[in-house]
């Protein structure tokens, strides 16, 4: 199985080709999903996220306060990095447990992955 990885920056039509490709019976999976999962209430993820974080980043529902935790992030490279080694070793084993799951014969595969490169 050929195993493709669409990447590019925001408003690219990266979604746009994803949702094609679905559509022409190739299997897809969005990181940007997984990433959201890898973070969900109650995962490892967010606990992960908290502790280095802190408690600012929860919502009082206990779900992650995406903008406190962008204000910090998007301020400092350092935290960002912080970050992505949090969320990304996730996201990638998450789409290696979904590349698991293409039945074998299907020709190609696809991940939309915003942050590969």
């Known amino acids: 199985m050929l195993r493709v990885a669409l990447t590019g920056g925001i408003g690219t039509g990266k979604s746009y080709c994803l949702?094609?490709?679905?559509?022409?019976?190739?299997?897809?999976?969005?990181?940007?999903?997984?990433?959201?999962?890898?973070?969900?209430?109650?995962?490892?993820?967010?606990?992960?996220?908290?502790?280095?974080?802190?408690?600012?980043?929860?919502?009082?529902?206990?779900?992650?306060?995406?903008?406190?935790l962008g204000r910090v992030v998007f301020a400092d490279a350092g935290a960002r990095a912080q970050l992505e080694a949090i969320i990304h070793p996730e996201v990638y084993r998450r789409i290696r447990v979904w590349a698991a799951t293409v039945p074998p014969g299907t020709p190609v595969a696809m991940a939309d992955v915003p942050l590969l490169f």
């Open 19 to 68: 949702a094609r490709f679905a559509e022409l019976g190739v299997p897809v999976v969005d990181a940007d999903l997984l990433a959201r999962e890898a973070v969900a209430a109650g995962s490892p993820g967010l606990a992960e996220v908290v502790a280095r974080f802190g408690p600012d980043m929860l919502l009082p529902d206990g779900t992650l306060d995406r903008q406190a």
